[in-house]
């Protein structure tokens, strides 16, 4: 076969093994492509659709049981709609990116191979994007199954790619931060926030200033919806009243509007990179810094749950494990050093 490297084309082998080939830009009507692949009959039809005005996809032009009907019959169920905001917004960009690929394919015709590909070809670039397509089609599948258009799921055992977790800062850098710099910088408030209260970065933005009582900060998650209550920290109270207000947000944005999740990220980004500290050290971090320090003061997984929210014990019992074990280990070495040294002694 002519290797060729084509814009917007799409090619899958339907049920019977015979090869079916479209131009498919985003958003728009899909046209197939005749012939053989890389033959004369072929590359007019492509040269022919791609000279073509885009014809953009409409409800009417939607092919019954492809993956563009079962994109809308999802998108209309009682599944979509019970997901929080943040997380319809994750599925339907998922789900339109994978409708770009094979929106007019029919469901029940894709193989294991096919929904493989998809994932190896996001893969490819965006490793966590690929984790996430594979767990938001296993979800669609399954409901592509309740809705009798299919008998088994394709996107089943499919393996995850391994990716990195986030650094959880150390005392050295945490130290180091502190030290450039000074109470009173919006930085520092950044900081303290994220590290004081262990919230994420999504809810940190949230939380207004008229919600600073006297020893709580009360504010409802955004990836969870859980409502927490978090007792001020002394040190956060101390910075909270040294740094000027500018508006109803505590972390504010220099004219006193709401700061956006990425804004606050590169916020944090640009402070650690002038504090000369590693780029390992990013604000997510500095929420496992705190459930570090809680774990290793002896704190239970259930009271890292009431700081961090955490619906699962899974990922705090980590933290807790590892401090015991560190605790544990300590007093091991101890016992071992004491006794050689009586046995010194004899």
């Known amino acids: 076969m002519t290797r060729l490297d084509l814009k917007y084309v799409y090619r899958y082998r339907d049920r019977h093994g015979k090869w079916r080939q479209y131009l498919r830009r985003p958003g728009c009507k899909s046209i197939p492509l005749p012939g053989a692949w890389g033959s004369p009959e072929f590359m007019a039809a492509y040269q022919a659709a791609i000279a073509a005005p885009a014809e953009p996809i409409s409800d009417g032009s939607i092919t019954a049981g492809s993956m563009h009907a079962l994109a809308v019959k999802f998108f209309g169920s009682v599944e979509y709609a019970n997901l929080k905001p943040s997380s319809q917004r994750t599925y339907r960009l998922v789900i339109e990116t994978v409708c770009e690929r094979c929106g007019d394919r029919p469901v029940k015709d894709m193989p294991r191979e096919a929904a493989q ?8 670039r965006r490793k966590a994007m690929a984790n996430l397509t594979t767990r938001v089609m296993r979800r669609v599948m399954e409901f592509a199954i309740d809705q009798g258009v299919r008998t088994d799921n394709p996107f089943d055992r499919i393996k995850s790619y391994k990716i990195g977790t986030h650094h959880t800062w150390t005392e050295d850098e945490l130290f ?47 990836k969870t919806g859980r409502e927490m209550r978090i007792a001020i920290h002394g040190e ?49 971090g500095l929420r496992k810094a705190v459930l570090r320090r809680l774990a290793e003061r002896g704190g239970t997984s259930k009271q890292l749950q009431a700081v961090s929210g955490h619906r699962s014990l899974a990922e705090l019992e980590r933290y807790t494990e590892m401090a015991e074990q560190a605790r544990l280990n300590r007093q091991a070495m101890a016992k071992l050093e004491e006794e050689q040294k009586d046995d010194t002694d004899c």
């Open 117 to 124: 590909k998809i994932i190896l070809e996001i893969g490819a």
């Open 176 to 222: 180091a931060f502190e030290k450039y710099w000074a109470i009173g910088t919006r930085e520092r408030l950044a900081y303290a926030v994220l590290l004081y209260t262990g919230q994420r970065v999504s809810d940190a933005v949230a939380m207004l200033r008229p919600g600073v009582k006297t020893s709580t900060i009360d504010l409802t998650q955004k």
């Open 236 to 284: 956060l109270d101390r910075i909270i009243k040294a740094t000027p207000a500018n508006g109803i947000y505590l972390l504010g944005d220099t004219t006193g509007r709401k700061l956006s999740s990425p804004a606050l990220t590169s916020l944090i980004r640009r402070a650690v990179q002038e504090a000369g500290l590693p780029p390992r050290c990013k604000a997510h």
